[in-house]
């Protein structure tokens, strides 16, 4: 289903190295992919993307979102196995032109119903096992220079979090884990098409609650572009375009015609 550098210094450099800001310094550092947003164009590595391309400036990307799929459901599905496939696929999407994929930590419709398959606890916090899959597949990435748009939520799978509060929790647990890792390739979208009748949570059904979330994320972790995606219809709320640092436009029920407009 498609869809880390050694060091050894004196006792008082590990001692400090061992916090989490030290940890993501360092990281950052072995980090070869970054992304970015200048004078309203995506930029890789100080790079405009597409140069010269009708898509110049844009963030053109495949949607890989459940490259790391699980389901709780299905013990015999190799969720490792599936993540593995994809990673060994990501230098053949970059030599074709491919500079972004979409994942999420709830994936997207496996093609079947009642699957469980959310990196969140209920409370809101991370589970480690899905994480250092997601880990997996953002360091290929990094390796072959290449952006990550990371989901948070997603309808049929929002359930798993108990209340709008430990749906905070979750975004902000996201943005702290993508600091402390050091990644500087990743841009976080809130919730995969917000107000969808498959999310059970209010804030994640609401402009008002979506805006909300986004700027409790950007006061989190101001270095982190972060969005949200709107439905299939090509528009995006006008209080969620403004508290977002980028805009995601879905055009699942827009005929090719319309979409100029």
């Not at 498609?2 to 210094?9: A, C, I």
């Not at 004196?10 to 360092?26: K, R, Y």
């Not at 979750?170 to 500087?184: A, M, P, Y």
């Not at 090509?234 to 319309?258: K, Q, W, Y």
């Amino acid at each position: 289903m498609g869809q880390f550098t050694t060091w050894l210094f004196i006792a008082v450099t590990v001692m400090a190295a061992s916090t989490p800001e030290a940890l993501g310094q360092a990281r950052a550092a072995s980090t070869r992919t970054r992304i970015s947003i200048k004078d309203g164009k995506w930029q890789i590595n100080g790079s405009i993307t597409y140069l010269g391309a009708p898509a110049e400036g844009l963030l053109m990307n495949v949607r890989m979102v459940n490259a790391v799929f699980e389901d709780r459901n299905k013990p015999d599905f190799d969720a490792e196995a599936n993540t593995n496939r994809f990673i060994a696929r990501v230098p053949d999407y970059v030599e074709h032109g491919v500079r972004a994929f979409t994942l999420c930590l709830q994936g997207g419709y496996p093609g079947y119903e009642g699957a469980v398959n959310s990196a969140f606890n209920p409370d809101g916090s991370l589970r480690e096992s899905y994480m250092r899959r997601v880990r997996r597949a953002i360091e290929a990435c990094d390796r072959y220079g290449a952006a990550v748009v990371l989901g948070c939520y997603y309808q049929r799978q929002d359930q798993v979090l108990r209340d709008d509060q430990a749906v905070r929790a979750g975004l902000l647990n996201v943005l702290r884990w993508i600091k402390e890792c050091g990644f500087t390739n990743v841009v976080v979208e809130v919730a995969n098409e917000f107000g969808h009748g498959g999310f059970d949570r209010p804030i994640l059904r609401s402009s008002q609650g979506i805006a909300e979330l986004i700027r409790a994320g950007k006061e989190a972790a101001p270095d982190i572009l972060i969005s949200v995606s709107g439905a299939g219809g090509g528009d995006l709320d006008r209080e969620v375009a403004r508290a977002s640092d980028f805009l995601l436009i879905h055009f699942n029920n827009t005929p090719i015609r319309d979409m100029p407009a």
